[in-house]
């Protein structure tokens, strides 16, 4: 094909760019382009220098962070004579950015090494070394722009030392490799809840998961507390709303004050906290502080009022246990797994959670679930199918035993996350969820990132991983060589 001849596609796309300004008035790239450049490191990388002086060494870039925080966590770098160091990196337009953004100010931002800048400018009594990237990109910021404007996966150069051995297994062998280590997470699981249940009995153990389920990543120790404490607050409850108000007041996640502007919530805030001005007194003991709660990145649909709300409804009805039992030894199709847990864990509607996100958002004008999809797949491989295997194995129910680990390693893929995401990108080459089929494989590759990426460090530092899968193989039959 010519040179000469221009390119209709090239054409096409310049015509409709997502991001057709590269610069602002002053000549500053938009800050997501900036990230774009350090994660792949488009710079001339012999040549980049902190503010005062000193040469900086990236022996690796950090993955980006999904989460909050730092834009760039775990970081490799050598910065002037010193030794190499793992951190954070954090991405301003201006070293100005970081106390006009409160990162002074802000725990998670305390293992930042690097304060990664378009322009240094004046920064004197910087507290953090300064690299300015101006002078050292690759290529002008138009070509940039057009080559990063889109691009979501980690350069191969970037990848785990495991990703090239692993995608040059068969799909079987990645699959069994995957399923073994999802085993693993799944009998960890089951002898935590053992050694619970040993202690304060089958029952109680899972409703410790259960709330812990409901706690999400961030809210998993206050989740904790409340169902350790289960038998305090729910004593002589019996209605949804009730325990509602008695879990709202423990938690100390019920307002203060009325809103003043959502009747409904008015009307529902009122009567909670009838409700809870004749019990607290007595509840002091148990009571968290509103601290406890962490709320930065929860959608409104999974703020833990509406979680309690759900655990409210299940203790009312009082045979959550039973249903999980009876649901354990039915005949389920594959197809039908999920939503099968989801209508024995499904709540009936509640009379306020149903119908607002939160105390302050409007009615909405269609009920809404309490409890989600995804949510449904986080308790059956966290907590319901290890919780009922390990009753089985104890209980000497090999049949049973069997039939859970067939529905753990059956069950429909949960939804993405950025610890799966950035997994799937180091260790798979690929940024598609679809490479993950199911919820196992998902537990699977998630144990390898405990068992050896935690152990290491961005550059894979003395990890074994890699050599482990280059010597292993699937022979016929299944069995590994």
């Known amino acids: 094909m010519s040179a000469s001849v221009e390119n209709f596609y090239a054409v096409w796309r310049e015509r409709c760019r997502a991001v057709s300004l590269l610069q602002d008035a002053d000549g500053v790239p938009p800050e997501k382009l900036l990230q774009a450049v350090w994660l792949h490191q488009r710079l001339h990388r012999d040549r980049l220098k902190t503010a005062d002086g000193r040469a900086v060494r990236v022996l690796h870039p950090g993955f980006q962070s999904m989460a909050g925080g730092p834009d760039f966590r775990g970081a490799v770098l050598q910065i002037g004579g010193e030794p190499a160091v793992s951190g954070d990196v954090e991405v301003d337009l201006e070293p100005g950015g970081w106390h006009g953004h409160g990162h002074d100010r802000n725990p998670q931002f305390g293992g930042v090494i690097l304060q990664v800048v378009w322009s240094a400018g004046k920064t004197p009594g910087a507290r953090l070394p300064i690299l300015p990237l101006s002078e050292v ?129 008015d009307t529902f805030l009122r009567r909670a906290w009838d409700g809870w001005w004749r019990d607290r007194d007595g509840l002091a003991g148990c009571t968290l502080p509103r601290s406890t709660w962490k709320f930065h990145g929860l959608r409104p649909a999974n703020h833990p009022q509406r979680r309690l709300a759900l655990a409210s409804h299940w203790l009312a009805e009082g045979n959550l246990v039973a249903r999980i039992e009876h649901w354990c030894i039915a005949e389920i199709p594959d197809r039908r797994l999920a939503d099968s847990l989801a209508e024995v864990l499904a709540a009936g509607t509640d009379e ?20 989600g999809d995804a949510r449904i797949t986080d308790l059956a491989v966290n907590t319901v199918l290890p919780w009922l295997w390990v009753r089985a194995r104890e209980g000497g129910n090999t049949r049973l035993q069997r039939e859970m680990e067939r529905r753990f390693n059956a069950w429909p893929a949960g939804e993405d996350n950025a610890v799966l995401k950035l997994a799937r990108q180091r260790l798979l080459g690929t940024a598609s969820a679809k490479a993950l089929k199911g919820a196992a494989q998902q537990q699977g590759l998630m144990q390898v990132v405990r068992d050896f990426c935690e152990h290491s460090n961005a550059i894979c530092a003395d990890c074994r991983f890699p050599d482990l899968v280059r010597s292993w193989r699937v022979v016929p039959g299944g069995n590994a060589a």
């Open 352 to 371: 306020f959670w149903s119908w607002h996100w939160t105390f302050n958002s409007a009615r909405l004008p269609k009920a809404q679930p309490l409890l």
């Open 137 to 265: 990109l690759d290529s002008p910021l138009p070509d940039l722009a057009r080559a990063l404007e889109n691009e979501s996966s980690l350069p191969a150069a970037l990848r785990g030392k495991c990703s090239a051995p692993l995608q040059e297994l068969d799909p079987a062998s990645l699959l069994a490799l995957l399923t073994a280590a999802a085993q693993i997470r799944f009998h960890n699981k089951a002898d935590a809840i053992l050694a619970r249940a040993r202690h304060a009995g089958w029952e109680q153990a899972l409703w410790e998961q259960l709330f812990r389920g409901l706690g999400y990543r961030h809210n998993v120790w206050p989740m904790l507390h409340l169902a350790e404490t289960k038998s305090r607050w729910l004593a002589g409850a019996a209605s949804p709303l009730e325990i509602q108000s008695r879990l709202l007041g423990v938690s100390g996640l019920l307002p203060m004050e009325l809103t003043r502007s959502q009747k409904s919530s």
